[in-house]
């Protein structure tokens, strides 16, 4: 991907607090464009679909009347060009990892700097992903005997880091129902791809039937 200095921003966060502090750092480089924001995750995708030009998104994990994992999901099926940064708070390992498998791209404490917003920024758009030092700093500080991004779940056998991302799009398209040739163009691949995929799934997840798979997906918010 061209690795631009002109982006479109939209911050979704319930912290009036926090949107002005956003704006006002973000002054400092007009380049940086924030479009739009929103405070919950439908407010975000109505905004959406009115700024379609916006590639940046600075997402609270912690948002009012949420799922987190859901809106994740959705944005990553539904706006693939998105970048999408959590800024949060919340840096439990756990947490991180979680939200790094569904899709984020990158991961900033709310105590970051300015140049560590920036370098997120920069990273994203390199397709590459990024937790900021703020947050693993944070970890330490808080909870020394689980700072590490690799914890495992504890049930071995269902693990969302399996999958790619694409056979993740494949899941959460299968928890809401629809039939795989529906899900190839939705994604534009063919229904052999999604059937290769969904093969790949059971056997990474170590599940035996696709009624199986939807339940799994609709019980982990997929739907």
């Known amino acids: 991907m061209e690795n631009r200095e002109n982006y479109k921003i939209i911050i979704t966060d319930n912290n009036p607090i926090v949107v002005e502090g956003f704006i006002s750092l973000l002054k400092q480089f007009p380049e940086k464009e924030i479009i739009g924001i929103a405070h919950d995750g439908g407010d975000l995708m109505t905004l959406l679909k009115n700024e379609k030009d916006a590639d940046t998104l600075f997402l609270d994990p912690n948002l009012p ?115 795989s040739n529906d899900i190839a163009t939705k994604l534009y691949i063919s229904k052999q791809s999604i059937e290769s995929h969904r093969k790949n799934v059971l056997k990474k997840l170590k599940i035996k039937t696709n009624e199986e798979l939807v339940c799994y997906a609709q019980q982990q918010g997929l739907t």
């Open 65 to 179: 009347d949420t799922n987190i994992y859901r809106l994740i999901k959705d944005l990553v099926v539904e706006h693939t060009s998105l970048k999408i940064i959590a800024f949060s708070n919340y840096t439990m390992p756990k947490l991180v990892q979680d939200v790094m498998e569904f899709g984020i791209h990158a991961y900033l404490s709310k105590t970051a700097s300015l140049n560590e917003i920036v370098e997120a920024i920069k990273r994203v758009h390199k397709d590459e992903r990024f937790i900021s030092l703020s947050v693993y700093q944070k970890g330490i500080k808080s909870r020394p005997e689980e700072n590490q991004f690799s914890i495992e779940l504890t049930n071995e056998s269902q693990h969302f880091s399996r999958l790619t991302e694409r056979e993740m799009d494949i899941v959460t398209l299968i928890g809401r129902g629809y039939a």
